[in-house]
């Protein structure tokens, strides 16, 4: 296959101007990021620093209640919040020894955002981060956290506003400073070699989670469900479950409000059709002519428009199914995961999670079922206080 | 085998004792009708090359000043089938070489083989796709070739001599040198002598290519068009014709400035 594929999708669709950094990552991927003394130091960080491995938690009172048994990975319990920082401080680690001095980065929900920043305080490198105007309005919490690691965050004002804008910006702001900078990529899409590093990192999490489920359970999940946005936490909670044949892999995306006509975030499981952004050729929302359109979610990291080549490729070949859920049942799973098993799950996670309270009436009684919950909740407490109450005022 | 007709074009101005001028307009910039107006102006008055910009909604190699222009054109209804309908009524009436330059996606939606051919029979003669490296470019080449239509490489001052060899080997037509490491529209700091990095580029790029070089991003005052005699076939002019018409300007007025 094509270096950079995954069948049909992935590539490498940049300027000529971005192929020296492009190349000069891949040649690093090869040549660094499977040397011992790498691997000894990322494994180091992620124990002592992420504080990793993050547990598997059995969800008593909801595996009742709906019938199956509800398994969580805890990504939501790494450092930051999030599964992100164990992509950032991986790709922190591999820009500091091809000699990097700053990190840029884009961010939506600003998850990525803050794990860059800390992982780029941690390893004494500067950083900026590109977020959209609108996600810089919605996610404030996380700009001041941002800010707080000593990061610049940089609002983009052009287009939508939102996370497909800002990965513009910065993919604009790496050809003018790629010398001193790494773009740290935040999930598993965009040109060739990012959906692979990111995968690669993201791994952990499905290492992690299949070895506690045989050590827990004493076997397999049945189900291994993930929210998908670019598809960082999936790609990661899935990656070393593909060769099991038993385990059924479901992507979760963002159908907005579900009204007809409405934007959404499902490029796989909605009207998606083949086509080339943000360096990668994969599923996308776009018109007839090819202009990209604008997303929605309540999650603000599920908002964006294409989706990693790898999951194109992997609905493509049947391995992976990907489905959709709207904002109403994720706002209802944010609510039920915090009432009845005490832990507010990220509305991006809220996904995963709204689809398998919605469907586990007609999945087999006694299923075993991973839910990765991708982050945690703090960050929306005021978009789901401000949802409920127009719902209470009968919006 | 023939000159392609964009080479051609450059050559007969160095005849004219001057570097070949390329400016560059989005399609349907400042409106649908003004611009074929400002086509026209270009025409008659020097430009060897006329480069029309096929609008896309995230142009990652662009500046503000066209991402602004190009949005501008989306809104009003420009898509690549209006801007190839158009050129085609117009066939016949350019002494200029016609180029299109944009991203790859809406290309792929018109369908590859259905633009080669709507594009040559449109009378253009080139083609830039700003997100399609090398590695990414035979398909389209094996899409274009037939029709004659050339597929213009964008090369920089981080491009190893190698990867101008790459390039150099399947060039046609012209091949595009980005002065500054950055996105279109980004000021040169340069006056009247190039910076050491982009003469250099520049001679290794005249070396890899065996078609003519033009150069162009941060393009600003007609007294930089001197340093590049003997360096630089060709210059291209984007964001300062924009810039130009945005202040109430014409494009007759503005190659006046540069020719």
């Known amino acids: 296959m094509k270096k950079g594929y995954y069948g049909d999708f992935g590539g490498q669709f940049v300027p000529e101007l971005l192929m020296p950094p492009l190349l000069e990552l891949e040649e690093a991927m090869e040549r660094i990021l499977p040397s011992k003394e790498f691997q000894d130091e990322l494994a180091s960080e992620l124990k002592h620093f992420v504080g990793r491995p993050t547990a598997l938690t059995f969800c008593p009172n909801l595996s009742t209640k709906l019938g199956i048994k509800l398994w969580l990975k805890r990504e939501d319990l790494a450092h930051g919040g ?22 840029l980065a884009e961010t939506g929900a600003g998850q990525h955002g803050v794990a860059s920043a800390l992982a780029a305080a941690r390893l004494g490198m500067k950083c900026t981060i590109y977020m959209g105007a609108l996600d810089v309005e919605r996610q404030s919490l996380n700009v001041r956290r941002m800010r707080l690691f000593g990061a610049e965050v940089v609002p983009v004002e052009s287009g939508t506003r939102t996370l497909k804008d800002a990965i513009n910006a910065a993919l604009r702001a790496w050809i003018a400073e790629q010398r001193t900078t790494h773009y740290c990529f935040g999930t ?21 989670a299949r070895a506690q489920m045989l050590e827990q359970a004493g076997r397999l999940p049945d189900y291994v469900v993930a929210c998908v946005g670019g598809g960082s936490n999936a790609i990661g909670a899935f990656h070393e479950f593909e060769p099991d044949a038993s385990v059924k892999l479901v992507g979760v995306e963002a159908a907005g409000r579900g009204k007809p006509g409405d934007w959404h975030s499902a490029p796989l499981s909605k009207n998606g059709t083949p086509g080339v952004l943000h360096g990668m050729r994969s599923q996308l929302i776009q018109t007839d002519e090819g202009q990209i359109l604008p997303s929605h979610s309540i999650a603000p990291g599920l908002d964006y428009p294409g989706v990693g080549p790898e999951h194109a490729a992997l609905q493509a070949s049947g391995r992976a199914t990907y489905v959709n859920v709207t904002d109403d049942a994720a ?55 401000d949802y409920v109450a127009a719902q209470g005022e009968g919006k | 085998m023939s000159k392609h007709i964009l080479t051609e074009r450059i050559e007969q101005a160095h005849a004219k004792g001057r570097l070949a001028l390329i400016p560059f307009l989005p399609g349907g910039y400042p409106d649908k009708k003004r611009f074929w107006e400002e086509i026209d102006q270009l025409d008659k008055n020097g430009a060897d090359i006329i480069e029309i910009g096929m609008p896309f909604s995230d142009p990652v190699a662009d500046g503000p000043v066209v991402e602004h222009a190009s949005l501008k054109c989306l809104e009003a209804g420009v898509n690549l089938a209006w801007i190839l309908g158009e050129l085609a009524a117009r066939k016949g009436r350019y002494h200029a070489g016609i180029v299109l330059m944009g991203y790859l996606n809406p290309v792929l939606q018109y369908g590859l083989s259905r633009f080669a051919k709507d594009a040559a029979s449109a009378g ?57 490491l950055g996105t279109t529209g980004v000021r040169s700091s340069f006056d009247t002598g190039l910076p050491p990095e982009v003469s250099a580029g520049l001679a290794a790029a005249k070396k890899a290519f065996g078609v003519p070089v033009a150069l162009g991003f941060g393009l600003k005052r007609p007294e930089q068009l001197a340093g590049l005699h003997g360096l630089a076939d060709a210059a291209v002019f984007g964001s300062a014709l924009i810039r130009h018409i945005d202040e109430g300007g014409e494009a007759a007025g503005f190659m006046k400035i540069w020719k």
């Not at chain 1, 598993?188 to 992690?208: C, D, T």
């Not at chain 1, 609510?335 to 799950?345: C, D, F, N, T, V």
């Not at chain 1, 990765?372 to 005021?382: E, F, I, M, P, V």
């Not at chain 2, 491009?159 to 046609?172: D, F, N, Q």
Request: glycine residues 10%; aromatic residues 6%; negative net charge.
């Open chain 1, 188 to 208: 598993a899409a965009g040109p060739h070699p990012f959906p692979l590093l990111v995968r690669e990192l993201q791994s952990v999490i499905s290492r992690e």
């Open chain 1, 82 to 103: 999030a599964h992100k920082v164990n992509n950032t401080i991986g790709q922190a680690l591999l820009a500091k020894k091809l000699g990097k001095t700053r990190l």
């Open chain 1, 331 to 385: 706002i209802e799973a944010f609510l039920e995961l915090s009432r009845h098993e005490g832990i507010m799950p990220a509305l991006e996670s809220s996904h995963a999670l709204g689809w398998v309270l919605r469907n586990a009436g007609s999945l087999p009684r006694g299923s075993h079922v991973v839910v990765c919950l991708s982050g945690r909740g703090d960050k929306d407490l005021d978009i789901v206080n």
């Open chain 2, 124 to 180: 253009a003669h080139g083609v830039i796709l700003a997100d399609v490296p090398f590695e990414e470019s035979e398909p389209i080449r094996a899409a274009f070739d037939p029709e004659g239509l050339a597929l213009i490489a964008l090369v920089g001052l981080n491009t190893a001599p190698e990867r101008m060899e790459l390039y150099g080997s399947v060039a046609k037509g012209f091949a595009y040198f980005v002065s500054v």
